[in-house]
C-alpha cells in the first residue's frame, strides 16, 4: 500500500500525519510500528489520523497512534500539529476547531503569532479513573496536595519514588527531581511506565521547579520512550506542581525540544477548570511511503 504522509512537529515531538478525511486506511499495528520506525520507515513519537467529524458539533476526529504501534487516548503536542494541519490542508478555515479524541473533545485554537493553544480539559485526580491501583497504599500529604511512594521493583534495594499522580486525558506520575539533566529517565522511566499499580501503563514525568512560573521537565513516554517534548505530560507537571503549592497559575515549561506554557487555574473549587497548552507546530515535510501490507 503506497501512502501520502506529513512530517510535523512540535517543540520536537515529531509525528507522521495521515489524512484519512476521505476515507479511512484501516493500518494495522504493525503497519503503525513501520511507519514510526525512524530506520525502515518516516520516523516519529506518534502516528497521527485525521478524520472526519464522528457527531454533530464535533469538526473532526483526531487518532493517535504511539511508535509501538498502540492506541494513545491524548497527545497535546500532536493536537496543535492537527490543528497547524487541518488549516493549512483547508479542510477548515476557522482558528478554533472541536476535535474528538478517545479521551473527550478537544479545542485547540491557532493564535495570531502562529502558535497554537489548545484547551485540554481539566485534569483527573480520582483513582479510579486515571486508572491507578492504590490498593493497600496511603498518599502523603504535600503541601494542598498528596504524593504517592512506588517502589521499582521486589527487592528490598529497589528505589522507591515519590510521585503525583492524575491525568490529563492518559495517565502521568509525576516525581520532583533537582536537576532534570541528571534524572534516571531512561532507567527509571520504563519501570514506572510499566509499573503494576499503572493497568493501562503510565507516562513518567521528571519535573524541575525553577521558579514559581518556570520549569524544567523530561518525561518517558507509554509506548514511545523519552521525547523531546510531551505536551499532556507538561500540563499534568503544571498541574500537580500548582496543586503542591511550587508553582503559580501560568507556567512556561522548558522541555529539551522547546518551551509550552501552560495554564490552570484550578485551586480551591475550581479543579473542574480546563488546562491550557501554548506552544509552536510545524510541517517538516510530506511524502509518500510504501507501507507493506503483511507485518
Not at 513501520?34 to 467529524?53: K, M, N
Not at 491507578?132 to 517502589?151: I, N, T, V, Y
Request: net charge negative; charged share 20%; glycine share 12%.
Amino acid at each position: 500500500m503506497r501512502i501520502r504522509f506529513t512530517k510535523m512537529q512540535g517543540a520536537g515531538n515529531d509525528f507522521v500525519v495521515l489524512d484519512e478525511m476521505r476515507g479511512p486506511l484501516n493500518l494495522t499495528p504493525g503497519q503503525y510500528r513501520f511507519l514510526a520506525d525512524r530506520h525502515f520507515g518516516v520516523g516519529a513519537d506518534q502516528v497521527l489520523s485525521v478524520r472526519p467529524a464522528p457527531a454533530a458539533g464535533i469538526d473532526f476526529e483526531y487518532v493517535i497512534h504511539n511508535a509501538d504501534g498502540g492506541q494513545v487516548e491524548q497527545c497535546g503536542n500532536g493536537a496543535r500539529c492537527f490543528m497547524r494541519y487541518v488549516r493549512d490542508k483547508g479542510h477548515t478555515s476557522r482558528d478554533r476547531v472541536r476535535v474528538h479524541t478517545a479521551a473527550g473533545v478537544i479545542e485547540p485554537r491557532l493564535n495570531p503569532d502562529g502558535r497554537v493553544t489548545v484547551d485540554m480539559g481539566p485534569p483527573v485526580f480520582d483513582p479510579a479513573l486515571i486508572p491507578f491501583d492504590r490498593a493497600g497504599l496511603s498518599p502523603l500529604a504535600d503541601g494542598s496536595w498528596e504524593k504517592w511512594h512506588l517502589a521499582l521493583g521486589t527487592s528490598p534495594d529497589s528505589a522507591i519514588i515519590s510521585v503525583a499522580i492524575l491525568s490529563m486525558g492518559n495517565p502521568h506520575a509525576v516525581q520532583e527531581v533537582p536537576d532534570v539533566d541528571g534524572a534516571p529517565v531512561r532507567t527509571q522511566g520504563p519501570l514506572i511506565e510499566h509499573h503494576p499499580r499503572f493497568p493501562n501503563r503510565v507516562n513518567a514525568g521528571f519535573l524541575q521547579v525553577v521558579s514559581r512560573a518556570r520549569t524544567r521537565l523530561r518525561v518517558w513516554e507509554r509506548g514511545a520512550g523519552e521525547t523531546l517534548a510531551c505536551g499532556t505530560g507538561a500540563c499534568a507537571a503544571v498541574v500537580a506542581g500548582i496543586r503542591l503549592g511550587r508553582l503559580d497559575a501560568k507556567v512556561d515549561v522548558e522541555t529539551r525540544g522547546g518551551m509550552l506554557t501552560v495554564e490552570w487555574a484550578g485551586l480551591g473549587p475550581q479543579q473542574a477548570a480546563p488546562v491550557l497548552m501554548t506552544g509552536p507546530a510545524a510541517t517538516v515535510f510530506e511524502g509518500e511511503i510504501e507501507v507493506p501490507d503483511s507485518i
